[in-house]
């Protein structure tokens, strides 16, 4: 399973803690967003057409409909 190591889960979670309006956006796995407090959104894929739909859906222009296929 991939997590992020102590240090960046620390860094992410208080940067998270401390800008309560903010989300966390993984482009692999959504175990990552299991750690960290807040909401997150899993795009699966780091290349341009899945980070362009994420920027889309943080935006509000588009309806996230997903599911995610594990339980976090």
């Known amino acids: 399973m991939i997590r992020y190591g102590r240090e960046s889960l620390s860094f992410l979670a208080k940067a998270l803690r401390e800008a ?13 967003l299991s750690d960290l ?14 980070q362009r739909a994420a920027a889309a859906a943080v935006a509000g222009r588009i309806p996230v409909l997903g599911k995610m296929p594990v339980a976090l």
Do not use: K, Q, T
């Not at 309560?20 to 956006?25: I, K």
């Not at 909401?39 to 780091?46: D, E, H, I, R, W």
């Open 20 to 32: 309560p309006a903010s989300l966390a956006v993984s482009f692999g796995s959504p175990f990552v």
């Open 37 to 50: 407090p807040g909401p997150g959104l899993c795009a699966f894929s780091a290349h341009a057409p899945s």
